[in-house]
């Protein structure tokens, strides 16, 4: 089985700081990890992924995230908050040799105050 | 450019009612998917296809089937409409192994 967990409903942050939006996961095999943004009334638009190769990736819209293997971690990050990136956000985790659908966390809504 | 729609952004159906959720990609991906999204609770899968009249059970398929006639679209068929499917759902495609979804803009299906 897989399943992630996002621990935090709601995230809040001064633009301009660093912001952290956590993510832990469990698979039996490989992960292949995702994060997904949703903006007001919008589907879901694809951040990043982590399939293989250096733990730190970068994605879109200045995001990046750090995959850790012996926390089972995959933590979202950006070093400076924009007002605009205030919205929901989900990580998702596959694993590498299973099942070909991704299982989605609760989400986490990121609201960035001016 | 990629390209996910789904047949309504907003429905309003009875009880009892039988009622179709249309999704269709134009990116020719084997893999499409419907999830629902309610608050606290995030996506959950309730069917996927791999191939045209190939299906597989998601996590909450009940009272819920799926059609996949052609490759290009994704039925979602809600047998007996209840108050408890009144949800936001979501459409998605991905190409085999990339895991990386493309989603449509969601219907959000009200059951009275």
């Known amino acids: 089985a897989q399943s992630v967990a996002q621990p935090e409903d709601q995230v809040n942050v001064a633009e301009g700081n660093p912001l952290t939006v956590k993510c832990t996961y469990s698979?039996?095999?490989?992960?292949?990890l995702f994060w997904y943004v949703q903006y007001p009334n919008r589907g879901l638009q694809f951040l990043l992924k982590y399939i293989t190769g250096d733990n730190l990736v970068k994605g879109s819209y200045g995001f990046e995230a750090e995959f850790n293997k012996s926390q089972t971690s995959f933590h979202l990050k950006k070093p400076s908050a924009l007002v605009s990136d205030s919205a929901l956000y989900f990580c998702?985790?596959?694993?590498?040799?299973?099942?070909?659908?991704?299982?989605f966390g609760s989400g986490t809504r990121l609201q960035v105050q001016p | 450019d990629v390209k996910v729609t789904q047949s309504s952004r907003y429905l309003v159906k009875r009880t009892g009612e039988k009622v179709f959720l249309e999704c269709v990609q134009d990116m020719d991906h084997e893999n499409m998917f419907w999830y629902r999204q309610d608050p606290g609770l995030g996506l959950r899968l309730i069917y996927f296809s791999y191939d045209v009249k190939m299906k597989e059970k998601g996590d909450i398929p009940e009272g819920y089937s799926v059609s996949r006639e052609k490759k290009e679209r994704f039925s979602l068929i809600l047998e007996s409409a209840s108050t408890n499917q009144t949800s936001m759902y979501l459409c998605?495609?991905?190409?085999?192994?990339?895991?990386?979804?493309?989603f449509g803009p969601g219907t959000r299906l009200t059951v009275t």
């Open positions: 698979v039996s095999g490989n992960p292949y």
């Open positions: 998702a985790v596959r694993d590498g040799g299973g099942r070909r659908a991704l299982t």
């Open positions: 998605a495609s991905s190409r085999p192994g990339s895991g990386e979804q493309y």
